[in-house]
């Protein structure tokens, strides 16, 4: 089972997704995908978007990383169950994923846009959302794969 995670920013945009696509840490791009958006123009597509909704201020951006076990599964397992994960919470929103193998442990980092390309809602995470949607989501996927 992985141990997911989320933060919020407020900026730093370009550098979380210059990190999560770190062809070093993601054999060389390999283990990457997005969500509404293409992986080579998603700063400028996720900012556009902020734009067309007039939502530019406060949490910017949300970074959600999904923990697994060393040896508990490969890397293209781990990317499938990110990419299923943002399908399945983060469905509207823009989402740069990226599979990070540089350390003992595989770890999934999904970065994605605050606010929605189809209503122009701003994503709220709430106390409790953690165990009340996004662990949950992550163990049952674990389950499923």
Known sequence: MAVTKILARRGGLSQAI???LNGDKTEEQI????QGCLTSTACHDIAAVKQRWNKTDGVQLYHVIQSFRPGELSPELALEIAREFAREHLSGYQAII???????HIHAH???????FLTGK???YEKGDWAREIQPITNRLCQEY
């Open 18 to 20: 210059a990190y999560v």
């Open 31 to 34: 283990l990457t995908a997005a």
């Open 98 to 104: 990226g599979v990070h193998t540089d350390r003992e």
């Open 110 to 116: 999904i970065v994605f846009n605050s606010v929605s």
């Open 122 to 124: 701003k994503y709220r």
